[in-house]
């Protein structure tokens, strides 16, 4: 292997991964900041579980109707053009959540609204972004490229959510001015980048191209096996979504709630810099399984946690076990993927990641309204240990990928 290949700072080589990555910790550290005043908001307006879970539901909805034609887009069109529209876009609704925050009523519809319009944004800026990656860096670079990524999105998972909690003590419109001027300098940057030398010969939407992606995916069965690994345990181990309620139960005030959601972030972000230093050479499939289980376990200790302490501990554990998952999923996806089809694929790993995650939440807040928080949290850590016994058994091609690259 080559000194460069080795050194864990290559992708920083590449001026378009450094003008991406500085829009990528703007956008992110805003749209945590909002999440979290989102959160707060909603459940200071109708302190009802449900109404939660419908804060991930809007935000959803958007990846099942749209996704197919996002991906489409990033293939078709300037993947750079559409990455900035999507962070000018994400301004303008963080913009009316501000004005919204300062002079609306007590209704959460109007805020559900501009969640709607908000999840269009991001399912539309999601397979052009990360379609980007690997025609800057390369496949030399992209392994590291990957970890480096992977550390600055949990940096501001960590630094956003205890920043909004910081400032939602003035208000929840400044966290919404706030995201809305980060999302603008993200639109700056991502403009600077260089226009794209690499031509597509995609055809014009249609059903057919517009499968391709789905196609290209069910082939495929390592991508298959571990976006759909991702999917399910997940969704079934989210616990995000129900915090403003633990963090009532653990009385903590908004900083203490901020700082639960951190949590995650801050062992996903140490785990990447290990990555990044100390990648994964061997046996990457059964690592991947590993980890997956222990996030299930790690969530089964939340829900049973009385200690802010312990809980900060366990949360810290479901996102260092994650970021295994995650690096080994996004390598997976980008390096099997021919350079025409990223975008069409990358839109159907985001359906699956937002399933995970925002439908995540809707179920969360479901099966808390159902049950309790604590026995919702518990039944879905255990449903994720299921999901890792069952899913080694359907993709013994998954369990035993060795190198990634």
Known sequence: MSQHR????????????????????????????????????????????????????????????????????????????????????????????????????????????????????????????????????????????????????????????AIGGVLYVLGPSRVYGTTAALSTLAMVLVLAMDKPTVKRDVEAASWRTLLAGV??????????????????????????????????????????????????????????IVLAFRPLRRNTGRWMFVCVFLFGLATIGFGLSKSFALSMVMLMIVGATDMVSVAVRQTLVQVETPEAMRGRVSAVNLVFVGASNELGEFESGVTAAWLNPVRAVVVGGVGTLLVVLVWAGLFPELRKVDRLT
């Open 6 to 161: 080795a050194s864990p700072w290559a992708a920083f080589t590449h001026r378009d991964y450094r003008l991406l990555q500085s829009a990528r910790i703007a956008s992110i550290l805003g749209i945590q900041m909002q999440s979290v005043a989102v959160g707060l908001q909603v459940n200071a307006l109708t302190h009802n579980a449900f109404d939660l879970g419908i804060v991930g539901l809007m935000q959803f909805l958007p990846f099942v109707a749209l996704s197919l034609v996002a991906g489409h887009v990033a293939d078709r069109f300037d993947r750079r053009l559409v990455l900035a529209l999507c962070h000018g876009s994400i301004a303008l609704i963080a913009g009316a959540l501000a004005v919204n925050a300062r002079w609306g009523g007590t209704s959460v519809a109007p805020i559900y609204v501009m969640l709607l319009c908000f999840g269009v944004a991001r399912v539309f800026a999601g397979p052009a972004g990360q379609s980007l990656l690997p025609s800057i860096v390369g496949k030399e670079d992209f392994g590291n490229a990957v970890a480096w990524s992977s550390t600055f999105w949990q940096g501001c998972t960590i630094l956003g959510p």
């Open 215 to 272: 196609r290209y995916v069910w082939q495929k069965k390592l991508i298959l096996g571990s976006i759909s690994l991702d999917l399910f345990a997940v969704l079934l181990g989210g616990a995000v979504a129900l915090l403003p309620l633990f963090a009532e139960s653990l009385h903590v005030a908004s900083f203490g709630f901020g700082l639960l959601r951190s949590a995650p972030a801050m062992g996903a972000a140490f785990t990447a």
